[in-house]
């Protein structure tokens, strides 16, 4: 991938694009309509403001590390600043891009409760590939309020103007939290594969033979192999197990010490490093905290 083009405010990225010059210097909504691709465009691109965009009948290919991305129904997609966003574009025919871009510079939420509220939402660090999938009932309600936050800011601004788009982009922030919480309920049939999935790497890095080496497997790990944002991965999991990802690992390695206490005569610290623990002490801190019991009190149990 090429060196990405950094974009530091709106009104370069309107200059990018072709676009006139937007209506407020630290928010903007832009119909996709209206960016025409041009071959001098760049394909590669990170901003310092914050974008949500609620794409539809997208032709080209978007692209995030090496995995690249066709969406034909109607995706909402957030990005927070700093991220890299590649796109893929088919010259044999034209760009056909609908729907609405919303861009908000960090700066015009500065002083408000929004400005830490919206570093919790985790979907601002989701891949293309964990886009939320809209109904065509979620598609409407959402292009509403981009409308509504577009109207606004396009009027005469007056003191309450700051305000009420931070209400409105607050109610979109919350819809898309729910809307997430709906996916992952109806998209269990995908999910569950790709908890099987988790399960099956989880299992195979316990029987790697350098696992002293390489030490306790992280939830970035996982994430990678499984082509999913570690956030994205640990809500799916929570869904269907109950359990975050970190959690998962550790409910997993608490298993395979039960076992080797149980059924070995490997001393305590002989199973941590086999375990890949560094030190025995944080081994059994997490093997107390687990089953109120030490390793060596586990072992006694079965004596």
């Known amino acids: 991938m090429s060196k990405p083009y950094h974009i530091k405010s709106i009104t370069e990225y309107h200059k990018v694009m072709g676009l006139p010059k937007p209506e407020h210097p630290l928010i903007s909504v832009i119909k996709f309509e209206e960016i025409k691709h041009h071959e001098t465009n760049p394909v590669n691109i990170t901003n310092d403001f914050y974008s949500i965009a609620l794409k539809k009948d ?10 690249s991305y066709d969406f034909d129904e109607g995706i909402l997609h957030f990005m927070s600043p700093k991220q890299v966003l590649s796109f893929e574009f088919r010259t044999d025919e034209e760009l056909n891009h609908k729907g609405w871009l919303l861009l908000v510079h960090p700066d015009f939420l500065w002083n408000t409760p929004l400005a830490k509220k919206i570093k919790a939402y985790e979907f601002f660090d989701y891949k293309i590939n964990e886009a939320l999938h809209l109904s065509d009932k979620e598609e409407k309600i959402i292009a509403g ?6 109207q606004e800011y396009r009027a005469n601004i007056d003191p309450f103007s700051q305000e009420v788009i931070i ?25 569950h594969t790709l908890l099987t999935q988790f399960e ?36 799916l999991l929570k869904n269907l197990t109950g359990k975050s990802t970190k959690h998962f690992i550790q409910d997993k390695v608490i298993d395979l010490a039960k076992e080797r206490l149980s059924t070995t005569e490997l001393s305590v610290s002989e199973i941590a490093y086999t375990l890949g623990f560094e030190h025995i002490q944080s081994f059994s801190k997490l093997f107390k905290r687990k089953t109120d019991l030490t390793p060596s009190e586990f072992r006694q149990s079965f004596h």
């Open 58 to 67: 997208f032709n080209a290919k978007l692209k995030y590390g090496q995995q």
């Open 145 to 150: 309020v981009i409308d509504s936050i577009a």
């Open 167 to 191: 209400a409105q982009l607050a109610l979109l922030l919350t819809y898309s939290e729910r809307f997430y919480q709906r996916q992952f309920i109806t998209r269990k049939i995908t999910h």
């Open 200 to 235: 099956e790497l989880l299992c195979a890095y316990y029987h790697k033979e350098d696992l002293i080496e390489k030490g306790i497997p992280t939830v970035q790990y996982f994430a990678n192999e499984l082509n999913l944002s570690a956030n994205y991965l640990s809500r």
